[in-house]
């Protein structure tokens, strides 16, 4: 009781301060927790039998889980290998059912009868594919599975491939210097260009700032997200709502926002339905033309399905830039990071790469990347081991039977921990560290009943393989012009859990040119 008076306090002068707000969030929190417990008593009690987290009136378990970042995420994982699963954790008054096991997860991840995806961060994706639900959602999927056909891939490739190129250019008056680089902000500048190029033809080579900036916004909006999820009164949306107006943190969701509003806005100022191609006079510095882009789908529904607004579609282009940011690019990073405390590995990797992709100066072909073998390995280790994703939230309309016979009510909150499920012995016999062994070919029997890295069924991630593609193609071209170092180890990389895991301790790395040095040595 003392640690979470404590804890609640230090956030209150944080962030709130203690006055007339404080009071004002703590008796409308009181009352809406009331309600919620009046509405759930029925579901309260068919959950008596689970194992359950310890929890007190109205601010539940969370108590239990409070501190920085760091600390939130080593309690997150002391839970899930403290409580037999399934267990239950009290956010507030409403029951969150936690999922550890792997075969219940699968059922729960491929059941597409009465169960929906749980809208948790409806603040950040509002009405984009990764919130909808019911037949807007399938409406959404198709369109997004067009986007993403074979034909489209190969058009993806020619701009991941060429961005890649010009990233790896760019970093080249870092390298063979002392200076240390935190290697994140460089992916996320490339990903980011990438990404508008091939889903909406935007560019941003012109603005620099804008690009920082809207990078920015989404680093802070992950974190206020994820905080939101450890303070008992931010819970409510309603409260939630008053905090960023209260305390002029909205900005941060505006600027996010904004870039997507202003693609949408340009693009539809050009859009012609006819021939769905942008009309005479476009500026093609800001909008470039392509064959069916993902906005123009979106655009071409927008025309034609009066149920479509044009907050949908400027949703759902956020949601595919998110989908690029927030996981493709903390990929990388923690890849390339592995790769330079593991030697042995990145050199098998740069010999796989130098054998099927040539050098520096050779062009490589879409089919070459089926052929990287062993980085594949160290992409899928990667997301195993970090679990990009961590955990997934589920509702469902009907009664679930789990695999010891107990029921889920229907309605009830579910969150599958994947981080926990990625690190089970059973499946991955060196769970707590790097090893790219565990997808050893003769091993694939084994993970692959184990291993969610893009979820699975029905709402699997659409863009998995464009994501693998893109994480091949900029390690390709990094490690063709660059050995990575660095100072860290292990030891040193502190994960922190929220809407993707990512390293606290940032991605520090120095760049040893292997161009120069080749060139060196031939010139001796």
């Given amino acids: 009781m003392t640690i979470m008076k404590t804890n609640i306090l230090v956030f209150l002068h944080n962030t709130l301060g203690y006055g007339v707000g404080t009071i004002i969030i703590f008796g409308i929190t009181f009352y809406f927790a009331f309600i919620r417990k009046r509405r759930t008593s029925k579901m309260m009690s068919m959950l008596q039998s689970f194992n359950q987290m310890p929890a007190i009136p109205i601010i539940g378990s969370l108590y239990l889980l409070m501190g920085n970042p760091r600390e939130r995420t080593a309690k997150v994982i002391k839970a899930w290998n403290t409580y037999e699963t399934p267990f239950v954790v009290w956010l507030m008054n409403t029951p969150l059912v936690c999922i550890t096991e792997h ?18 961060f409806e603040k950040f994706f509002r009405n984009s594919i ?8 399938r409406k959404s999927r198709q369109l997004a599975s067009a986007a993403f056909s074979s034909t489209m891939m190969r058009e993806y490739f020619t701009t991941v491939n060429e961005h890649s190129a010009i990233l790896a250019k760019e970093l080249e008056p870092l390298s063979d210097t002392d200076e240390v680089i935190d290697i994140k902000s460089y992916i996320s500048m490339s990903n980011l260009n990438s990404t508008l190029r091939n889903f909406t033809g935007y560019k941003m080579y012109s603005s620099r700032k804008e690009r920082v900036e809207f990078i920015d916004a989404i680093s802070k909006a992950i974190q206020m997200e994820s905080d939101r999820y ?15 107006f209260l305390f002029r943190k909205r900005y941060v969701y505006d600027t996010m926002q904004n870039l997507a509003k202003k693609i949408v806005r340009e693009r ?3 859009y012609n339905t006819k021939t769905n191609t942008p009309s005479e006079g476009t500026d093609q510095d800001t909008v470039a033309t392509g064959p069916k882009l993902y906005i123009d789908l979106l655009l071409q529904r927008y025309n034609t399905d009066a149920d479509i607004t044009k907050e949908h579609v400027e949703d759902e282009v956020f949601g595919i830039i998110f989908g690029s940011l927030g996981t493709t690019s903390e990929t990388v990073c923690f890849l ?23 050098d520096t100066d050779q062009e490589f072909q879409k089919e070459d990347l089926k052929k990287l073998v062993y980085l594949e390995q160290c992409v899928n280790e990667t997301l195993r081991k970090f679990t990009i994703v961590p955990v997934d939230f589920r509702t469902h309309h009907e009664d679930i039977m789990l695999k010891n016979g107990q029921v889920i009510p229907a309605g009830c909150l579910v969150l599958l921990a994947l981080y926990k499920i990625h690190h089970n012995k059973k499946f991955f016999p060196n769970a707590d560290n790097w090893d790219p062994r565990h997808f050893d070919r003769e091993r694939i029997t084994q993970w692959r009943q184990s291993f969610f890295p893009f979820g699975s069924g029905p709402r699997l991630c ?8 893109s994480i091949k193609i900029q390690l390709v071209h990094l490690l063709r012009r660059y050995r990575l170092t660095t100072e860290m180890k292990m030891r040193d990389i ?7 895991t990512q390293n606290d301790s940032g991605y520090r790395l120095k760049l040893h040119s292997r161009v120069k040095n080749e060139r060196s040595d031939m010139s001796a």
């Fill in 103 to 120: 075969e219940d997860t699968q059922e729960i991840l491929n059941t597409s009868h009465h169960v929906e995806y749980l809208g948790t």
């Fill in 130 to 137: 990764q919130q909808s639900q019911g037949e807007k959602w």
């Fill in 230 to 244: 450890t303070v008992p009164f931010l819970l409510p949306k309603i409260m939630y709502e008053a905090y960023l």
């Fill in 268 to 270: 539809l100022a050009t």
């Fill in 336 to 358: 390339s990071l592995m790769l330079a405390i593991h030697q042995e590995a990145q050199q098998k990797v740069y010999d796989e790469i130098e054998i099927i992709c040539g």
């Fill in 462 to 469: 659409v863009g998995s393989k464009y994501a693998m593609m």
């Fill in 494 to 500: 502190h994960i922190v859990f929220g809407m993707v």
